[in-house]
């Protein structure tokens, strides 16, 4: 980001050019598409947004006009002030954009209270059955590794992980236990979340 903002000032004086192009602002590109290179690595995800696409078209033809200039003739000097500003937009939208895909990762559901893990009842309530709350056994779990799999009363397994069970220090379940528990939708399957365990 440093590199982008350093090159944006070094290339100020092409955005008011009524001579000749400098060449000294070749630095200045330079350090814009540093700054750029430094960008895509915060972009991680799999969809390339239209925003993202035009963005990207946007640059790659604004710094391309600049590059003429400098290298093969003055004819294109007047568009330089134009090349740069799109250049700039371009910028801008690929850091808009890049950054409002990262919000939705990097918020996350606020953890739950000390309080509220510490309750823990023997039979899950009639609220906990009407908040999506399922009830299952422990088929199998590997307390060193920290995880293991849940039989769901309705049919099928589903993966727990011992940060999903409630409670404080050494978290296990032990095979055959009966559990209450949300399933979630998770990138490789199904989760159990919010594991209770019943005596």
């Not at 239209?50 to 963005?55: G, K």
């Amino acid at each position: 980001m440093v590199s982008l903002i350093v090159g944006l000032i070094m290339a100020w004086p092409l955005f008011n050019q009524s001579g000749p192009v400098d060449f000294s602002a070749l630095g200045a590109t330079m350090a814009i598409f540093i700054g750029l290179l430094n960008l895509q690595q915060f972009n991680n995800t799999s969809q390339a947004s239209l925003v993202n696409q035009l963005a990207g078209i946007t640059l790659l033809i604004s710094s391309l006009v600049p590059l003429a200039a400098l290298l093969l003739t003055s004819a294109v000097d007047e568009l330089l002030p134009f090349a740069m500003g799109f250049s700039v937009a371009a910028v801008c939208a690929l850091s808009a954009s890049t950054l409002r895909q990262q919000l939705p990762q990097r918020t996350k559901k606020p953890a739950a209270s000390k309080s509220a893990r510490k309750r823990k009842s023997a039979r899950p309530s009639k609220s906990d059955q009407h908040s999506g709350r399922e009830q299952g056994q422990v088929k199998w779990f590997n307390a060193s590794k920290g995880f293991g799999f849940i039989s769901r009363d309705q049919g099928g397994d589903v993966f727990v992980h011992f940060r999903a069970i409630r409670g404080e220090g050494h978290r296990v379940l032990i095979e055959g236990q009966t559990v209450s528990f949300i399933v979630e939708e998770r990138e490789k399957g199904l989760q159990a979340e919010d594991v209770d365990i019943h005596a």
